[in-house]
């Protein structure tokens, strides 16, 4: 079956520690995106990648890193530089030709205390 | 930039018609996405428009109006399935046009 799955479902940290999220899709999508969402609002776009090895910032990328080493890959790093850390990530596919729909994933919750 | 406002919350009777709309202000439109959210679950496509008029997909239609900046989503013969957050994307021209910008989002609440 082809999709997008993100893993862990659920994610603890204590402050202070680095931590990775983990997207991978079957799809040959060119384009991958994340986005993270806080409670009853809309996503807002994190980074994204057009095409492997390459990436850009989106509107909220400050504490976060991404890289892009395989077209099926692009994990997301949290780091203790995020302010605040707590929230929905979403990560999303596309095939990368301008007109067409974004695939999710089914999310990751990362709680940090 | 870009600026997308749609109703935080709204709520309908089971059997009921309910139009959600969504007012944007963007430079390079290039299409506007309807996607439906249950609580703690990924974002799922309902609809796209990019050229005006009505675009119907079984209980589901969408309205886009490029020159009043403004589209709706109607859903007929509501369900409590369909009690869900409702989000209008709009894409606009940069980057190749693979960029979506996201509205807050519009809680829709069924009941019996």
């Known amino acids: 079956d082809g999709g997008i799955t993100q893993s862990p479902k659920y994610l603890f940290r204590k402050e202070g520690q680095n931590v990775t999220l983990s997207c991978e899709q079957n799809?040959?999508?060119?384009?991958m995106y994340w986005y993270r969402q806080d409670p009853g609002q809309g996503l807002r776009l994190i980074y994204y990648?057009?095409?492997?090895?390459?990436?850009q910032k989106g509107d909220i990328a400050e504490g976060y890193s991404v890289s892009r080493e395989k077209k099926e890959s692009f994990p997301l790093t949290v780091t203790s530089a995020q302010k605040n850390p707590t929230a929905f990530y979403l990560c999303?596919?596309?095939?990368?030709?301008?007109?067409?729909?974004?695939?999710f994933g089914p999310g990751t919750r990362l709680t940090v205390t | 930039g870009q600026n997308i406002d749609q109703p935080t919350e709204m709520t309908a009777t089971e059997g009921a018609i309910v139009q959600i709309n969504c007012t944007y202000q963007?430079?390079?439109?290039?299409?506007l996405f309807w996607y439906q959210q249950h609580a703690g679950e990924a974002p799922t496509f309902l609809s796209y428009?990019?050229?005006?008029g009505l675009e119907e997909k079984g209980r589901f239609s969408s309205f886009l109006s490029r020159s009043k900046g403004y589209s709706y989503l109607l859903l007929k013969e509501l369900q409590m399935k369909d009690s869900a957050s409702y989000l209008c994307a709009v894409r606009d021209d940069r980057n190749a046009g693979n960029m979506l910008t996201f509205g807050g989002g519009t809680r829709l609440m069924v009941k019996p």
């Open positions: 428009n990019v050229l005006d």
């Open positions: 990648s057009q095409i492997v090895n390459d990436f």
């Open positions: 999303a596919s596309s095939p990368g030709q301008g007109n067409d729909e974004q695939y």
């Open positions: 963007t430079s390079g439109f290039n299409g």
């Open positions: 799809l040959n999508h060119d384009a």
